[in-house]
């Protein structure tokens, strides 16, 4: 068992007292958690070694990882601060704003961060805070000036107000409120997945795509794996695909479009469909202007009972399942 802080009965009486005065927030329910999000290749890698590991530790190890950070805020972060485990206090945050994806290319951001199928790792939190290992922040450590804090008065001295502040600000509170939404809490090296307590995926389709990714690993985290119906964890103002209908006759999908026109298109669209009996891949591609205008597939010429269908936007990958038609296997 994790050794605990001499004054863990302090943090858990302050963070019941913070969850009640905020049950008037919009969002209550932000405050029982810790959040991590990351792409859903990583969320897979996560969960099938069940630990989570700092950046440096993923390079020390060697383990592959899809890089959504900024290369000139991990060049600006202090050198001691990317062997943390970074979780957020909230959902929602400004970085989420400039990495969720789908995007069109011209519309990434310059550095090149994209998170096209963002996955939250929900902790909690009190469990969390309570390690005796576990810093925390009052906004964002890759600024080099932001301190870490561990005991709990100063986690009664954190600026709340503003990091779990939710709609319009003016230019004079700004960049305050920007930072402070973005206090972390943060362990060495490696955080283990005894205190999670859910994974949530943006829709239907990019649950399916979890699913796949984590193969025979899935029986061990299906009953946590949800899609967010009621937390209001994402930005939700990019593309992505909402679900997807397979069958050995017809795959349909259907699109959450951006918000913003502009963002809907052009894509690059590469459909790849592999046939599970014979190994072989059958590949759409074309160039469609809006996201909307991913096509629904005729497959009935394939012939096939049992196949995997991976789906690109540019160089990203938006969507992956596999099908099979269990009634092909009952003879009479």
Same mark, same amino acid.
């Given at each position: 068992?994790?050794?605990?802080?001499?004054?863990?009965?302090?943090?858990?009486?302050?963070?019941?007292?913070?969850?009640?005065?905020?049950?008037?927030?919009?969002?209550?329910?932000?405050?029982?958690?810790?959040?991590?999000?990351?792409?859903?290749?990583?969320?897979?890698?996560?969960?099938?070694?069940?630990?989570?590991?700092?950046?440096?530790?993923?390079?020390?190890?060697?383990?592959?990882?899809?890089?959504?950070?900024?290369?000139?805020?991990?060049?600006?972060?202090?050198?001691?601060?990317?062997?943390?485990?970074?979780?957020?206090?909230?959902?929602?945050?400004?970085?989420?704003?400039?990495?969720?994806?789908?995007?069109?290319?011209?519309?990434?951001?310059?550095?090149?961060?994209?998170?096209?199928?963002?996955?939250?790792?929900?902790?909690?939190?009190?469990?969390?805070?309570?390690?005796?290992?576990?810093?925390?922040?009052?906004?964002?450590?890759?600024?080099?000036?932001?301190?870490?804090?561990?005991?709990?008065?100063?986690?009664?001295?954190?600026?709340?107000?503003?990091?779990?502040?939710?709609?319009?600000?003016?230019?004079?509170?700004?960049?305050?409120?920007?930072?402070?939404?973005?206090?972390?809490?943060?362990?060495?090296?490696? +955080?283990? &997945?005894?205190?999670? /307590?859910?994974?949530?995926?943006? %829709? $239907? !389709?990019?649950?399916?795509? #979890?699913? @796949?990714?984590?193969?025979?690993?899935?029986?061990?985290?299906?009953?946590?794996?949800?899609?967010?119906?009621? +937390?209001? &964890?994402?930005?939700? /103002?990019?593309?992505?695909?909402? %679900? $997807? !209908?397979?069958?050995?006759? #017809?795959? @349909?999908?259907?699109?959450?479009?951006?918000?913003?026109?502009?963002?809907?298109?052009?894509?690059?669209?590469?459909?790849?469909?592999?046939?599970?009996?014979?190994?072989?891949?059958?590949?759409?591609?074309?160039?469609?202007?809006?996201?909307?205008?991913?096509?629904?597939?005729?497959?009935?010429?394939?012939?096939?009972?049992?196949?995997?269908?991976?789906?690109?936007?540019?160089?990203?990958?938006?969507?992956?399942?596999?099908?099979?038609?269990?009634?092909?296997?009952?003879?009479?």
């Amino acid at each position: 068992m994790t050794s605990q802080k001499r004054d863990a009965g302090e943090f858990r009486e302050h963070i019941g007292w913070l969850q009640n005065q905020y049950q008037s927030h919009p969002h209550p329910h932000w405050l029982q958690f810790l959040y991590h999000f990351t792409d859903v290749r990583n969320a897979a890698s996560i969960l099938s070694r069940s630990e989570l590991l700092s950046r440096r530790e993923l390079l020390r190890r060697g383990l592959p990882f899809v890089d959504a950070a900024h290369p000139g805020v991990i060049d600006h972060t202090p050198s001691n601060r990317q062997d943390l485990v970074r979780l957020y206090f909230r959902p929602q945050t400004p970085t989420l704003y400039l990495n969720e994806g789908i995007r069109p290319l011209s519309l990434r951001p310059a550095s090149g961060t994209h998170c096209p199928i963002p996955v939250f790792l929900l902790f909690d939190v009190a469990p969390i805070l309570c390690q005796v290992n576990c810093q925390f922040s009052s906004g964002n450590l890759g600024r080099g000036e932001t301190k870490l804090f561990s005991t709990a008065n100063e986690f009664r001295s954190l600026p709340f107000q503003d990091i779990y502040h939710v709609g319009a600000f003016s230019n004079a509170e700004k960049a305050r409120i920007i930072n402070h939404r973005h206090a972390e809490v943060v362990i060495p090296k490696a +955080l283990s &997945l005894e205190n999670l /307590r859910r994974v949530m995926c943006r %829709s $239907a !389709a990019e649950r399916d795509t #979890l699913q @796949h990714l984590l193969g025979s690993d899935w029986i061990k985290w299906r009953d946590i794996i949800r899609v967010d119906a009621d +937390l209001n &964890l994402f930005h939700r /103002r990019w593309n992505y695909i909402e %679900s $997807a !209908a397979l069958s050995t006759q #017809l795959i @349909h999908f259907r699109i959450h479009e951006a918000v913003d026109f502009d963002a809907r298109g052009p894509f690059e669209l590469r459909i790849e469909i592999n046939d599970a009996q014979t190994s072989q891949t059958s590949t759409v591609e074309q160039t469609i202007t809006r996201f909307l205008n991913i096509p629904s597939l005729d497959i009935s010429q394939l012939k096939t009972a049992e196949y995997t269908i991976t789906v690109y936007a540019d160089d990203s990958l938006i969507y992956s399942s596999s099908y099979h038609d269990f009634n092909s296997e009952i003879p009479f």
